[in-house]
């Protein structure tokens, strides 16, 4: 199929198009880029982990090297570590081959690799190597034989794909210009201090066309008429492919609707054609994609419908892994299929849909859970990387923790119950303070405590007053369906949410009027409820406030009682303590009397049923003598059969 190239050079975005719809991205926008090539110096070495870290600029992110990439660092072939390789502030010469990733910094090698055209330049490497992608054996034969002849002793050389079929004179200029371009890297490196960029490729267009130009490329569009004439220059006169600049006054990416893509390809879920879609979640060790029939149920059957669906999701998902730029274990949920006969065509399905991926994807096994294992090199940053960050709210979780607290949300008794939030505060008022003289006067004692009890019997009262009020909350209906009063009850969700506006009223009776019922019909037998409750409250609070005045007028009068035992001239001089005594004892005896009611009435029903028990066990116990001279004396028969037996 024929391609498109879109470069926005200003942007450092590139898109490659086929059949106008977006399959790649190229993006070279962070601070360090796969290619560049620094001077450093070492900052610690980790023996547990044979690796170092190399400061390789102002960031806070070192970059990170193993020893197996050493290259010429390695010097010492029969090392015992890496301690013995490297030691801190020593100068290296290293290129980054990984981007960094979240928390990571760029990962390093000293293996340099110099990118051209046609050849890749390895100064320490060793030998002729030849793409794989060239399959003429006698190509391979001709290019490696060339190779042998122009490499410089102690280089390496790389022949690439876009060798074949290219005459010598090309060749050896491209290997003279990656020569000059590695004379610099080392002139640069011996007249400079760590750290410090020696080497990395400016012209964005030119990386582009080298790494992404391809047989089926038709077409380029840049953004200016300078970046036509590098474009043109770079693929020289021996090409079909039209090189054109954007002058239309939409962006260049609106245009071609790659910033939609973009945006689309930072959604987990990707549609199908036939109605299927797939989910992608990228996870910090592997990501997971699932894949679902959703509403595609057109086939003639079952097994039909779920094979088609997974070939669709198999194009996609190798589609997505190139858009999204996803490395690293992949596991793939295809719906499952019990033929195994189905399971291998899925196999070699998908394996030819990944073959033309420059990351080499390698699926690694079928389990027997029928999930899909594969692992795909990581070359830069993937799109979540490079055009998203971790929201503020969740940490990049993806949903914010929501503790139900006990003010806000009561979980539901039963369905139909009563919701309801109080916050009860009590109000209490100071008593005034009464000081105990000789010469203070019996009104004063008695207006005091008075005033103090009555101050307790209204607290009491408006208490009682505000319960009264508190418990006759509003009336509100809501009409739920079955499956919903399910969810609701089960969960321990306010039923309030199904309202439009929030109730005013914190205080409420929430009745569920389920399909087929009458609204206003629950409502009114709800109020009726209510107003009975209500009621028998209300009869119930005014006994309470009776037994708390009794018992405040009670301790009234004890206290006058003791001030006058204290004061005994007092207690001559003002005749109206009779009265107080007087009303003491009779309120004493209502008190009692009240009290006493049910004590009386419990008495006199033990004492009934101890009386009725002792008859009936003195009726066991009569004597059997006693019972016939009872019975003699009711049959005057008896009484003259014995007389005459005498």
């Not at 300078?226 to 492919?241: D, I, P, Y």
């Not at 987990?268 to 509403?295: F, K, W």
Request: charged share 30%; net charge negative; glycine share 6%.
């Amino acid at each position: 199929m024929p391609q498109k190239v879109v470069i926005a050079e200003q942007l450092r975005i590139a898109a490659l198009l086929t059949d106008e719809r977006v399959d790649e991205l190229i993006v070279a926008q962070g601070r360090y880029q796969i290619g560049d090539v620094y001077l450093g110096t070492i900052e610690n070495v980790l023996p547990g982990i044979d690796a170092a870290f190399v400061n390789i600029g102002a960031s806070e992110k070192n970059g990170f090297i193993h020893v197996t990439d050493l290259g010429p660092l390695k010097k010492k072939k029969n090392a015992a570590g890496i301690t013995e390789l490297l030691e801190p502030r020593q100068k290296v010469l290293v290129q980054v081959m990984k981007e960094p990733t979240g928390t990571k910094g760029p990962r390093l090698t000293g293996n340099l690799a110099l990118p051209g055209r046609y050849l890749v330049l390895q100064p320490n490497g060793q030998g002729v190597n030849i793409s794989r992608r060239i399959n003429s054996e006698n190509e391979r034969n001709r290019l490696r034989a060339l190779g042998v002849l122009v490499k410089p002793p102690g280089t390496g050389l790389l022949m690439r794909s876009e060798a074949d079929g290219v005459n010598e004179e090309l060749l050896i200029t491209d290997l003279e210009n990656l020569l000059k371009q590695w004379e610099s890297i080392q002139q640069a490196a011996e007249n400079s201090s760590p750290p410090i960029l020696l080497n990395r490729e400016e012209d964005f267009v030119n990386r582009i066309l080298r790494d992404h130009s391809s047989p089926e490329l038709s077409k380029i569009i840049v953004e200016t008429s300078k970046a036509v004439e590098r474009a043109k220059n770079f693929l020289g006169s021996h090409t079909n492919v039209i090189v054109e600049c954007h002058d239309q006054p939409i962006d260049l990416l609106e245009h071609y609707k790659i910033n939609a893509a973009i945006f689309n390809a930072l959604k987990p879920r990707v549609d199908l054609p036939s109605g299927g879609y797939i989910i992608i979640e990228p996870t910090e060790a592997l990501t997971v994609i699932d894949v679902n029939s959703g509403s595609f149920t057109s086939s003639a059957n079952s097994r039909e419908t779920v094979l088609w669906t997974n070939c669709e999701a198999a194009i996609e998902i190798a589609r997505q892994l190139k858009l999204r730029n996803i490395g690293g274990v992949i596991i793939i949920d295809f719906i499952d299929m019990d033929s195994r006969r189905d399971q291998l065509q899925l196999l070699e399905y998908f394996s030819s849909a990944i073959k033309d991926d420059k990351s080499r994807p390698q699926i690694a096994q079928l389990t027997e859970l029928g999930l899909v294992e594969l692992t795909r090199k990581r070359q830069g940053q993937n799109i979540y990387e490079l055009f998203s960050k971790p929201c503020s709210n969740c940490n990049g979780l993806g949903h914010t923790p929501e503790i139900p607290i006990k003010e806000e949300i009561q979980p539901l008794a039963s369905i139909g119950g009563l919701i309801q939030k109080e916050e009860s505060s009590k109000k209490f008022q100071p008593l005034k303070e009464v000081s105990k003289g000789k010469n203070i006067e019996s009104a004063q004692i008695n207006d005091a405590i008075s005033s103090q009890n009555n101050s307790e019997v209204n607290n009491q009262e408006n208490e009682l007053e505000q319960n009264s009020i508190k418990q006759e909350p509003d009336l509100i209906a809501i009409k739920m369906s079955q499956d919903e009063e399910y969810v609701f009850s089960s969960l321990g969700i306010n039923p309030t949410l199904l309202l439009d506006k929030d109730p005013e009223n914190e205080n409420l009776l929430v009745h569920i009027v389920r399909p087929g019922e009458d609204e206003k019909i629950i409502l009114d037998e709800a109020k009726q409820r209510i107003t009975s409750i209500g009621n028998k409250r209300k009869k119930k609070s005014k006994n309470v406030v009776n037994r708390a005045s009794n018992k405040s007028n009670l301790e009234t009068l004890e206290s006058s009682n003791k001030e006058t035992d204290n004061n005994s001239t007092f207690a001559t001089e003002e005749p109206s303590n009779e009265k107080l005594m007087h009303k003491e004892d009779t309120i004493q005896k209502e008190v009692i009397e009240q009290e006493g009611i049910e004590q009386d009435a419990a008495k006199k029903e033990a004492i009934e049923k101890k009386d009725v028990t002792q008859k009936e066990n003195s009726r066991e116990l009569e004597d059997p003598v006693q019972k016939e001279a009872e019975a003699e004396a009711e049959d005057p028969r008896r009484r003259r059969r014995r007389s005459s037996a005498t």
